[in-house]
């Protein structure tokens, strides 16, 4: 599977976004998906991720109840949602995928990415 990571701009502290995470070359629904970030001297980091019935969501503790994770298998599309935006979260945020996994925060388990996308939070 191919992705496509966009929706990423600049943005004013409190202010969101919503990145997107096209999918191609095979049914999106088989996977499950994630989003990690990178900031700049950093490793990058788990965000957020569903697995791939979405009966499931996974959050790190940074972006637990301001972020939601979500996928739209009709549009073979996958979305964060990031709202209460805060500098910390400037970073190039990137959507990941597995075929199958049971560590979904390990960026070590998947398969696929996309090629980022640079999220700035600055007033």
């Known amino acids: 599977v191919q992705l496509q990571a966009s929706g990423g701009g600049l943005v004013q502290p409190g202010g969101s976004l919503r990145l997107s995470c096209a999918a191609s070359g095979s049914p999106f629904v088989y996977y499950s998906i994630a989003w990690f970030r990178q900031a700049p001297g950093k490793e990058r980091e788990f965000v957020a991720a569903t697995t791939w019935g979405g009966g499931m969501t996974y959050y790190a503790d940074s972006v637990q109840g301001r972020f939601t994770i979500s996928r739209d298998v009709t549009k073979n599309t996958g979305y964060l949602q990031m709202n209460s935006l805060k500098p910390e979260d400037t970073a190039v945020y990137y959507c990941?995928?597995?075929?199958?996994?049971?560590?979904?925060?390990?960026?070590?388990?998947?398969?696929?990415w996309g090629q980022g996308t640079q999220v700035t939070v600055s007033s």
């Open positions: 990941a995928a597995v075929e199958v996994t049971t560590s979904f925060t390990n960026k070590d388990e998947y398969d696929f």
